[in-house]
């Protein structure tokens, strides 16, 4: 009746969460499924290699060996001496004072051990024993460039992480079955023999070992396929021209002058400092 329009109830404003991103579990499960791949595949290439029939690749067989039968000596024994009550004395004590200095040499070279123990640990498990020399040199190879060539104000652990599950799960166990299958098909260190182990591992290995390196890398960064394929295809070339000036003449020396089973502790020595170049193009 008077004339005013009934009141209009405040309008209330309803704060409305936005709706959640889809989560990338799949695309993580992808790349693990895919990191996973990569190491199951190089473990079996390398169990399949260290089958007894590959005995010239370092690794024990299984298979009993046969015994030579033993031969007794035909002479007889020469007669007993007499003792002799003042020399005998003597003659302990200076064996005595031998068997002192023996233990005192063994004690006392701890390097020497470390290397028999390598070398028991090569015969026993050389696929282990080779993935952790390789997990060592990649990570070593990675803290030497973040100290000392890039100069990172703050250490990336997980960088080193992951250049270092590299070697344990890739370098490592697929070297043992590269080398170990060179050395099978292509045997000696002739000049021929060198020649011929060198150019396959840099024509043929090296751009596989390459692709590998930067797929591996990606996948643990979380980057997609696209980027990844944008990555090799960038920096492939550069990685392995770049490494011809170091690796042609260090492999000249691994296959004419190293041991097939101590191939892996050599590569290792030589890319602690050419892991550098690789930690370099792998984050740049």
């Known amino acids: 009746a008077s004339g005013t329009s009934p009141a209009v109830p405040p309008r209330t404003h309803v704060l409305r969460r936005p709706a959640p991103r889809p989560c990338r579990h799949e695309a993580t499960m992808i790349r693990a499924l895919v990191l996973l791949a990569f190491s199951a595949l190089a473990l079996q290439s390398a169990d399949a290699f260290s089958t007894p029939r590959h005995a010239s690749f370092g690794t024990r067989s299984l298979a009993p060996r046969a015994r030579a039968p033993l031969r007794l000596a035909e002479s007889p024994p020469p007669p007993p001496t007499p003792p002799d009550e003042t020399g005998g004395g003597g003659g302990g004590g200076g064996g005595g004072g031998g068997g002192g200095d023996g233990e005192g040499k063994k004690s006392g070279n701890p390097l020497a051990g470390l290397w028999a123990g390598y070398n028991a640990a090569l015969e026993s498990s050389p696929v282990v024993t080779k993935a952790l020399t390789s997990f060592i040199g990649f990570g070593l190879g990675d803290i030497i460039t973040q100290l000392f060539v890039t100069k990172t104000d703050e250490f990336d652990y997980m960088r080193m992480l992951r250049l270092a599950s590299f070697g344990l799960?890739?370098?490592?166990?697929?070297?043992?079955?590269?080398?170990?299958?060179?050395?099978?098909?292509?045997?000696g260190a002739s000049a021929k023999a060198v020649a011929s182990k060198v150019a396959i591992d840099q024509i043929l290995w090296n751009p596989i070992f390459g692709t590998v390196f930067f797929t591996y890398m990606g996948l643990a960064e979380g980057k997609s396929f696209p980027e990844i394929g944008e990555k090799i295809r960038k920096d492939l070339k550069t990685a392995v021209t770049g490494s011809w000036t170091v690796w042609v003449p260090a492999h000249t020396i691994n296959f004419r002058f190293v041991p097939s089973e101590q191939r892996l502790l050599y590569i290792n020595t030589i890319q602690i400092g050419y892991n550098a170049f690789l930690s370099v193009l792998a984050n740049n």
């Open 169 to 187: 799960l890739i370098h490592g166990p697929t070297g043992h079955a590269f080398y170990g299958f060179l050395d099978g098909k292509i045997q």
